[in-house]
Each structure stands twice: as C-alpha cells, then as structure tokens.
C-alpha cells in the first residue's frame, strides 16, 4: 500500500490570526522536491524570457569602404581591399551576435511537476502562508503595507497569489516595490523561486490543486 505524506497548513486572516488548518491533498503536496526537473523547467522558464535583440554589423553591413585605400603595391604598406575589413576600425564584426530567438518548449507535465516541486519546498521552509481572503477596505498602499507587517515578512519579497483581485487590491498594491501579485491559473515554478515569502489565498490552494492533479 503506497504511503502518503499528511501536510497540514494553518490558515489566517487579515491581521495574521490563525482560524484554522487545512489538510493538502496529499497526491500532490507530498513534500518531495524533485530538483532535477524544477532545474531544468526555471532554466527554460528564465530562456524564454530573453529577448535575444543583441546585433553586430559584419563587413558586408558597415558603412563605407567602397573604395581600396590605397594601392595594392609600391607603397610599402599591407595589402588593403576595403577599410571595412574586421582589422580596421569601424571595420565588420567577425562571429558577432545577431537577433535569435532562445524559447525552449516545456512540456506541460515537466511545468506542473515543476511547480508541485517548488510549491513543496516553500512549505518545507515555511514560507508558504495560507490566507482565508485577501480584502483591503480602502484603495491605500498603508493598508495593504499593514497586512504585510502583520505576517512579518519585513523587507522579503513576496508573492500574493490571489484568485479574485478586486481594484482596491491592486491599488493598494502597485506602489510596494517588494510585492507581486497573481493569478493561480498562470502561476508557474519561476514566480516561486523567485520570491522569499508566499501569501496564498485558501480558494486559489484549490485552484492550483486542482490544475495539478488534472495533469
């Protein structure tokens, strides 16, 4: 009979108040990392955000040179074609970059496993908070800054992943430098690694459950 690892989180309001604990789904929150597969789908992840825009000109591109410099003999110089030879200056780039494209294709259950494995490191660190329901009653950044405070995540950055942000929320929210918001349908292992600290709200836990169990 296969074993199964119970995890249980606490859930909190607002002001950091534990209310009650949730038990995770076990065939998905099974506390294992698999370092293998989160290393290979962030080094994907972090390639598909390159824009590959770097640009060289070689010989054929520089301006001028149309003209032989001086006589191919008698002037006891070196031979010269064109000044846009790569010798010169202002001359053609050799093997310089040029405008490419560095997207690699993940396959979709390498990014679900991915996430799964970051998802259960946070919760082995305990960086992982559950809250019951974001609210912010008034569209200020000092609201907002005062729930942070209230889960003592000091200068960490921190990712919300929030299921319903409603426009007190996001106002509340732009202005804190160290914060990020999400959603938990586009939520991937590379917006995990990349924070110190997670507040998660209790509907998107199943939502983000949900969406690994159907891989």
């Known amino acids: 009979m ?12 607002m002001n950091a108040k534990k209310i009650e604990e949730v038990e995770l ?8 990392v698999n370092k293998t597969v989160l290393y290979q789908a ?5 390639a598909n955000l390159r824009r590959g825009l770097a640009q060289t000109k070689t010989r054929g591109e520089v301006s001028g040179g149309g003209k032989k410099p001086w006589k191919q003999k008698g002037t006891g110089r070196a031979r010269v074609g064109s000044t846009r030879s790569p010798l010169w200056r202002h001359g053609g780039v050799v093997f310089g970059p040029h405008p490419r494209s560095f997207t690699q294709d993940i396959p979709k259950a390498l990014k679900a496993e991915a996430l799964r494995a970051s998802l259960n490191s946070k919760i082995a660190a305990g960086t992982l908070m559950l809250v019951e329901k974001f609210h912010v009653l008034q569209p200020k950044t000092k609201e907002f800054v005062r729930a942070l405070d209230h889960f003592k995540v000091g200068k960490d950055s921190v990712l919300c992943v929030i299921d319903a942000v409603t426009d007190n929320i996001k106002r509340s929210a732009k202005n804190i430098q160290r914060l990020e918001i999400i959603d938990p349908a586009t939520l991937n292992a590379l917006d995990v690694v990349n ?21």
Do not use: C, Q, W
């Open 2 to 13: 296969e074993k199964t690892t119970r995890i249980v989180l606490p859930v909190y309001d």
């Open 25 to 32: 789904d076990p065939h998905v929150f099974d506390g294992e």
């Open 42 to 46: 962030i080094t994907a992840f972090r």
């Open 195 to 215: 924070v110190r600290k997670i507040l998660m709200s209790r509907d998107s836990l199943k939502i983000i459950t949900k969406r690994l169990k159907n891989v």
